[in-house]
């Protein structure tokens, strides 16, 4: 009886453990490069479920439980989206995308480099609202965080646990969705810095400042 009692009791603790864990979530990435590439397969690691897309579906490999697909296939799949394509192809995208878009969760990891995105970033850098704005008026009813923008992916990799490693600052109108960033943030094996003021702050860690694209700064560092 008393062994009967035992097992009972440990099956109960692992039942509620289960209960409580945070469930996976349904993430879709636009562009598999060198930032959806590390973190699909990150987020896929961590339990979620990822699916990756692009123009070219049939060249991409599906992270592990993952799928792979056209860019429509991945928002309509999603609750939070990763857009990680350049920032003067947002426009372009098609308005079946940007419709089912509508009430979805979107990282947005773009950067408005001068010269190369073309009118686009002068838009965005000449409005002085920041990149994040500039997508969200391209975007009208997506939930947009600004997210992943800055981290080097194109020199470093992710080091779960790593003193000192580049932080994710993040930016937002919308609290729920941030609290989610922060989460895939965390999931990704990264710190995240929420920066207040809503989704204009972005601004401050845009291109072309010290807390930009590529700075490579830790949270303290961040968070000054």
């Known amino acids: 009886m008393l062994q ?20 996976g979530i349904k993430i879709g990435c636009i562009g ?45 799949f999603a609750d939070v989206v990763l857009l990680a394509i350049p920032f003067s192809a947002v426009p ?15 990282l947005d990891a773009n ?9 686009a970033a002068a838009e ?23 997210a992943f923008n800055t981290w080097p992916f194109f020199r470093m990799r992710i080091d779960r ?3 000192n490693q580049p932080a994710v600052p993040l930016a937002s109108d919308d609290e729920e969705a941030m609290a989610v960033a922060q989460r895939l943030v965390v999931d990704a094996g990264l710190e995240a810095v929420v920066v207040p003021g809503g989704l204009e702050a972005a601004r401050a860690f845009d291109v072309e400042t010290p807390a930009g694209p590529n700075s490579g700064l830790a949270k303290a560092d961040l968070v000054r």
């Open 161 to 163: 646990g790593a003193v």
């Open 32 to 76: 598999v490069g060198m930032v959806g590439g590390p973190l699909s397969a990150e987020w896929s690691a961590a339990g979620h479920s990822v699916f990756v897309s692009s123009r070219n579906p049939d060249a991409l490999e599906a992270p592990p439980g993952g799928s792979k697909g056209t860019v429509l296939e991945a928002v309509q």
């Open 4 to 23: 009967y009692s035992t097992l009972l009791a440990c099956a109960l603790l692992v039942m509620s453990r289960a209960a409580a864990a945070p469930a």
């Open 124 to 146: 965005a850098l000449a409005s002085g609202k920041g990149s994040g704005v500039w997508t969200a008026g391209q975007l009208p009813g997506a939930r947009i965080v600004k």
């Open 92 to 106: 372009h995208l098609s308005q079946e995308v940007k419709d089912a878009l509508d009430g979805k969760i979107v």
């Open 111 to 119: 950067n408005c480099w001068r010269g190369r995105e073309g009118q």
